[in-house]
T-cell receptor, first 111, second 114 residues
Framework: SQQGEEDPQALSIQEGENATMNCSYKTSINNLQWYRQNSGRGLVHLILIRSNEREKHSGRLRVTLDTSKKSSSLLITASRAADTASYFCATDPNSGYALNFGKGTSLLVTP | DVKVTQSSRYLVKRTGEKVFLECVQDMDHENMFWYRQDPGLGLRLIYFSYDVKMKEKGDIPEGYSVSREKKERFSLILESASTNQTSMYLC?????????????FGDGTRLSIL
């Protein structure tokens, strides 16, 4: 079942600006993951943050997790046109094998 | 590099046909998944498998079946295709029982049912 909900649904920024996307979820989790999907392609895993972590960095990506608010944010700093894609959060509930994906944020970065 | 390969990028079939979508992974992963992706609905899990010959229903299994005879291959079957099954189908795999493990996706099959 879908648990994560990204916000905003769509985001348009210029190159060099920062992009922030948010994800809210409903039940307790083992971890939360962020994925990117370029148009017409499959999803690519970006970063995973465990439930006992509060912040994680990978290159220009910064992810935060607030389990008390059941929310996460993905920050892309100094965005580039190549960052144009849809971004999905996915939660790994305690109960099973599968991930629950949100509906995604569509990011457009213009030169 | 890890690789999940879906047999077709684009596929056009007719209503009532039996349709097979194939997925192969070369990472010796235990878990494999089939999702469909529709605008405004995101990714929805159809079926997954955590071992050879094992399968579990996801959120929307109706109208679909799956087969996993070998560890590396997971097939999605549309028993009698209908127009509401026109969609993007994504296959994924992950190692071991999903404990802090990312999923690796294929590039998808865009299926049109006429």
């Amino acid at each position: 079942s879908q648990q994560g909900e990204e916000d905003p649904q769509a985001l348009s920024i210029q190159e060099g600006e920062n992009a922030t996307m948010n994800c809210s979820y409903k039940t307790s989790i083992n971890n939360l993951q962020w994925y990117r999907q370029n148009s017409g392609r499959g999803l690519v895993h970006l970063i995973l943050i465990r439930s006992n972590e509060r912040e994680k960095h990978s290159g220009r990506l910064r992810v935060t997790l607030d389990t008390s608010k059941k929310s996460s944010s993905l920050l892309i700093t100094a965005s580039r046109a190549a960052d144009t894609a849809s971004y999905f959060c996915a939660t790994d509930p305690n109960s099973g094998y599968a991930l629950n994906f949100g509906k995604g944020t569509s990011l457009l970065v213009t030169p | 590099d890890v690789k999940v390969t879906q047999s077709s990028r684009y596929l056009v079939k007719r209503t009532g046909e039996k349709v097979f979508l194939e997925c192969v992974q070369d990472m010796d992963h235990e878990n494999m998944f089939w999702y469909r992706q529709d605008p405004g609905l995101g990714l929805r899990l159809i079926y997954f498998s955590y071992d050879v010959k094992m399968k579990e229903k996801g959120d929307i299994p109706e109208g679909y079946s799956v087969s996993r005879e070998k560890k590396e291959r997971f097939s999605l079957i549309l028993e009698s295709a209908s127009t509401n099954q026109t969609s993007m189908y994504l296959c994924a795999s992950s190692p071991v029982t999903g404990i802090n493990q990312p999923q690796h996706f294929g590039d998808g099959t865009r299926l049109s049912i006429l």
